[in-house]
């Protein structure tokens, strides 16, 4: 196995299936059935879910006419909202797993303790971080980055919706953009390639975590990679 523990980030937006707002069992399940098999191969795994699906800070925020900040906390209770359904999922097919999250709530999901999360890692829980960072003005992407390296992850897989690695450009919208197969943190900065920010770019950097970026689609994305298949790309 090429990563004994990882961090994976799933976006807000793989939770929506075909609806345009909220939670598809369907994505959620593949999801739980994707990180099942891993675990099952002896992965420790730990999970950092966006919250695009039911509420984006800064653009409905504007809409609402609510301030960034109050947006941002927002976004993040949002975040537990789908950290509690993947829970569920996983529960279903009895893959242990525990909820913390950032912001105290202790009637659905422990506080984030870090010596705590990776001890459920240790005893083979899957273990969800939720709330982001638990402050205004950092993505899902950087508290990403930050619980990976917390938990001295040695791999960050962030499995996106519907693109099946970086590109010179959105494949989406540009159809002369080119996929990168192998490219360094700098080139994430140097090039302003939007797939994920620049702060936790440069937190993998300081850390030496690989990321890999991937389509959450992708048939037994998960378990390709930790069998040392080139799979999305890989940044180094």
């Given at each position: 196995?090429?990563y004994?523990?990882?961090l994976?980030?799933i976006s807000?937006e793989?939770?929506l299936?075909?609806?345009?707002f909220?939670i598809?069992?369907?994505?959620?399940?593949?999801?739980?059935?994707?990180?099942k098999?891993?675990?099952?191969?002896?992965?420790?795994?730990?999970?950092?879910?966006g919250g695009?699906?039911?509420?984006?800070?800064?653009?409905?925020?504007?809409?609402?006419?609510?301030d960034?900040?109050?947006?941002?906390?927002?976004?993040?209770?949002?975040?537990?909202?789908n950290?509690?359904?993947?829970?569920?999922?996983?529960?279903k097919?009895?893959?242990?797993?525990?909820?913390?999250?950032?912001?105290?709530?202790h009637q659905?999901?422990?506080?984030?303790?870090?010596h705590?999360?990776?001890?459920?890692?240790e005893?083979?829980?899957?273990?969800?971080?939720?709330?982001?960072t638990?402050?205004p003005?950092?993505?899902?992407?950087t508290?990403?980055?930050?619980?990976?390296s917390?938990i001295?992850?040695?791999?960050?897989?962030?499995?996106?919706?519907?693109?099946?690695?970086?590109?010179?450009?959105?494949?989406?919208?540009?159809?002369?953009a080119?996929k990168?197969?192998?490219i360094?943190?700098?080139?994430?900065?140097?090039?302003?390639?939007?797939?994920?920010?620049t702060?936790?770019?440069t937190?993998?950097?300081q850390n030496n975590?690989?990321?890999v970026?991937f389509?959450?689609?992708?048939?037994?994305g998960?378990?390709?990679?930790?069998n040392?298949?080139?799979?999305?790309?890989?940044?180094?």
């Amino acid at each position: 196995m090429k990563y004994k523990r990882i961090l994976l980030k799933i976006s807000g937006e793989a939770l929506l299936g075909s609806q345009e707002f909220g939670i598809d069992q369907e994505p959620v399940k593949m999801i739980a059935y994707e990180i099942k098999k891993a675990r099952d191969l002896g992965a420790e795994i730990a999970v950092v879910v966006g919250g695009g699906n039911i509420f984006r800070g800064m653009r409905n925020s504007k809409n609402l006419g609510m301030d960034q900040a109050s947006g941002d906390y927002v976004g993040m209770l949002a975040t537990v909202m789908n950290a509690i359904a993947l829970q569920s999922a996983l529960n279903k097919i009895e893959v242990p797993c525990r909820v913390q999250s950032a912001i105290e709530m202790h009637q659905i999901a422990e506080p984030y303790i870090r010596h705590r999360a990776i001890r459920h890692l240790e005893k083979g829980r899957v273990v969800i971080f939720a709330a982001g960072t638990g402050n205004p003005f950092f993505t899902t992407d950087t508290a990403a980055a930050l619980r990976a390296s917390e938990i001295n992850a040695e791999a960050m897989l962030m499995a996106k919706n519907g693109v099946d690695g970086v590109y010179t450009d959105d494949p989406r919208k540009n159809k002369e953009a080119k996929k990168l197969i192998e490219i360094n943190y700098d080139d994430i900065i140097k090039n302003d390639l939007k797939v994920m920010d620049t702060s936790a770019c440069t937190l993998c950097k300081q850390n030496n975590i690989p990321i890999v970026v991937f389509d959450f689609c992708a048939k037994d994305g998960i378990l390709r990679i930790l069998n040392g298949e080139r799979l999305g790309t890989s940044i180094q």
